[in-house]
């Protein structure tokens, strides 16, 4: 009997949280994972959309600074929540700011001049129904599928999708 609880007890020392940590790494994957989907996702109708830790005025001034230290221009910012205001009408805090890089963009536009109407880049930044602040822009994968542009172009592409996402997450986190 002394050797059954001896070996009982030995394998709760080992084997059972070897076990358990397994599970527990699991589950923080697991919960990792989720959050990865839920933070950044892209929807069929091509808007990259960011979960934010902040409030849209101070995801717009956050958007605005880091967007000028990385040398994109801000061409104009939007407050849509003012003007519903100016009308007597109401709307949940959002703002939109269009910018851009014509050293990225031109290249593009020469592949596809429709280009043009989605160029200068947007980043809309609003406040849900439940309160959750979002920023959210145009995937340059759905720029490049809506505007066929094959053949030319990727490497203007790939720097405007690497500029967006490390912008995205350094300006919501």
Known sequence: MKKVFLTLSVLSLFVLPAYATKGLRENAQNAQDSNLRTERTVHRDGITKVKSTYNVSETA?????????????????VDHKAGAKSVNQQLRPTQLIIFGNPAVGTPLMQCNQTLAI????????????????WLGYNSPKYLSESHQITGCGEQSLEKLNNTLTLLSQQVTQ
Do not use: C, M, T
């Not at 001034?61 to 910012?77: D, M, P, T, V, Y």
């Open 61 to 77: 001034q956050r958007f605005e600074s880091i967007a000028r230290e990385k040398g994109l221009k801000i061409i104009a910012k």
């Open 118 to 133: 989605d160029l200068p880049q947007k980043a809309l930044i609003w406040e849900d129904q439940q309160g959750q602040v």
